[in-house]
């Protein structure tokens, strides 16, 4: 079955833009997280949802939102980007319920400038 | 969520065995431990859960001894594609989630 899908996989964006990153999770999956991975602070957790509610969320400024939406794909956006949001961001899928795996797409590459 | 602490680098030569240990002191009773691997530029990749003794799979083995305080990823001959940041996590119940990641232990494989 196919896999953890994000689009797009490179962006580069200038400060103070807005940007709303896409993922399409495995079939059947219903939970969707957000993660976000730089050298500095390694992956952090942004927040979760779960037919379309959001569950969990992390530490991050009201910068960050998502969505989900009833076919389970979710999308992320940032607004008012800054340089510290230069990041790899990670999406993962699993079927929210019970202790199964993750399973995490390859991730949007997203430079600001 | 568990705070897990693991060794930031450990080296290794192909065909070795390598063991990776992870303390997480303030396990709960209800809490799972699950090892994920990432190279770089990817998403991490499940490899081993288990709740108490051991566990394999066709990758790893996972040890936990019966206090669960810590637990050891065991890689049987690794090879040069080994190489990869390793993490170990403690969650509950479906926190799959809303995964917490430390630092990870970053594996170097020499030829």
């Known amino acids: 079955k196919a896999g953890v899908t994000q689009t797009p996989r490179y962006l580069i964006k200038t400060r103070g833009q807005q940007v709303t990153l896409s993922c399409s999770p495995i079939s059947g999956h219903r939970s969707v997280s957000w993660y976000q991975q730089t050298p500095g602070q390694g992956l952090q957790f942004l927040f979760e949802y779960f037919s379309e509610t959001q569950r969990n969320k992390g530490n991050f400024p009201g910068r960050f939102s998502g969505r989900q939406f009833s076919n389970s794909r979710s999308e992320m956006n940032v607004s008012t980007l800054e340089l510290g949001d230069s990041a790899l961001y990670l999406c993962?899928?699993?079927?929210?319920?019970?202790?199964?795996?993750?399973?995490f797409g390859q991730g949007t590459r997203l430079t600001v400038v | 969520l568990a705070k897990t602490t693991q060794p930031i680098s450990m080296d290794s030569y192909e065909g070795q065995e390598v063991n990776i240990t992870c303390s997480h002191n303030?396990?709960?009773?209800?809490?799972?431990i699950t090892w994920y691997q990432q190279f770089p530029s990817q998403g991490p990749r499940f490899i081993i859960q288990g709740y108490k003794t051991k566990v394999t799979n066709e990758v790893a083995s996972l040890f936990i001894p019966a206090d669960r305080k810590s637990s050891t990823l065991s890689l049987p001959r690794v090879s040069l594609s080994d190489t990869a940041v390793y993490y170990c996590l403690v969650g509950g119940w479906g926190s799959q989630g809303n995964l917490i990641f430390g630092k990870g232990t970053k594996l170097s494989v020499k030829p």
């Open positions: 993962a899928s699993s079927l929210g319920r019970g202790n199964t795996e993750a399973f």
């Open positions: 303030n396990i709960a009773t209800n809490d799972y």
